[in-house]
Structures are given as C-alpha cells and as structure tokens.
C-alpha cells in the first residue's frame, strides 16, 4: 500500500445543501446524488469534478470553503478555512463527505440532523 503525506492539501469549496437544480448538470455523472452513508443521511452531488484519484484521510490537511442552507435561506457563509481530518472538528457528515472529494471539487452535501452533529462516541 502506498504511503501519502499527512499534511497533503485537499482544495474544495462545500456547499452543504438539500438539492441541486437539474439545470445545472454540466457533464453525464454530475449532479447525480451519491449516497455515503449506509442510511442515506449524507448525500454529496458533484458539482465540478476534482482532480487525481487521492482522496483525504485523517490527518491530511484540509482547506474548504462552506456555506451551509437549509431550503433556500443561508445560515452561513465562510471563507477559505483549513481543517485536519480526524481532529474532531467538524461535523460527522462533513467529515464523511470530505473523505470521498477529489483536490479542486466542488459538490452540495445533504447532511440529516443526526450527521451535523460531532463525531460519535
């Protein structure tokens, strides 16, 4: 198995949302919702594909912009912030969704309650 540096940075920008606009499908494949959680509760949608085939894990290093949407009001807006994967510091279902993007993606995640909350026990 192939060792990757833990402080690799993963380039994105996350909308945590709950849909995307059929319209906005730019190529086959995108806008398709994917499930990521065995109960559906976390749902990512491609948004613009990333690049390479590495994908984060704790405790690579991660740089997001979020803006987080319940229907169509924004709760909240953030800039470019840096995260370490496995520290505990985001919600379960972003962590979940951060995990599965490419550098440079850009998806919408449906997050359920139970998923926005911290990291299990």
């Excluded at 919702?33 to 984060?56: N, Q």
């Excluded at 997001?64 to 370490?84: A, M, P, W």
Aim: hydrophobic share 30%.
């Amino acid at each position: 198995m192939e060792s990757r540096s833990s402080n690799l940075p993963v380039e994105g920008e996350v909308l945590l949302t709950d849909a995307l606009d059929p319209s906005e499908k730019l190529w086959v494949g995108q806008g398709d919702p994917k499930p990521l959680t065995p109960d559906g509760a976390v749902v990512k949608t491609i948004i613009t594909p990333g690049t390479g085939w590495e994908k984060p894990f704790p405790p690579c290093e991660v740089a997001i912009r979020l803006q987080g949407k319940s229907s169509d009001e924004v709760l909240f807006k953030d800039d470019c912030q840096h995260y370490t994967l496995g520290e505990d510091k985001l919600c379960r279902g972003l962590e979940i969704a951060l995990r599965d993007m490419r550098k440079g993606e850009i998806a919408k995640v449906f997050v359920k309650d139970h998923y926005l909350r911290g990291q299990p026990q």
